[in-house]
């Protein structure tokens, strides 16, 4: 048995476990002989190794679903259109690269890049709409806290 730990490039703890049984029939009766020749102290610990993964199991079933993200601003990547009329619609004002700007609510629209969010900043005193896949926020697409904008779906 072979366990070990190791945190991932996404910061999260990683649980590497293995155990290597002899895959031949013949060999079967030996490996059951020697697990009823384990000492209670192997069996203790055998048990807790179990204990363990099914613990560290429900936590992972619990924890908060990977999409669940918070943010309230996004700096600019590259300069884009954002929209008055709502996402991609009426007139548009081009918001500059590397400003950041708060977003308000979040709206479903049209796809740019993969991305169908559409965030709603305040930009030169008016609000527009501009199109997620331009900004760079602390969420993938869906803040989940903010609210769907007046009208629109999220």
Known sequence: INIGFRQGS?????????LTLPTTHSSVPAVAHTLSKMTSLHQARFAALIILILA??????????A????????????SAPCWY??????????????????????AVGRSVGGNNYWNRIHFNGQWCYINDYYMTTRCPTKCSNLGCCNGYSC
Do not use: E
Not at 67 to 78: E, F, I, L, P, V
Not at 92 to 104: A, F, L
């Open 10 to 18: 996404d910061h999260h703890i990683q649980l590497h476990c293995s």
């Open 56 to 65: 560290l199991g429900a936590l992972s079933f619990f924890a908060a679903p």
């Open 67 to 78: 999409d669940a993200c918070a943010c309230t601003s996004g700096r600019m990547k590259s």
């Open 85 to 106: 009329g709502g996402p991609g619609s009426g007139s548009y004002v081009t918001v500059p690269s590397g400003g950041i700007y708060s977003i308000g609510c979040q």
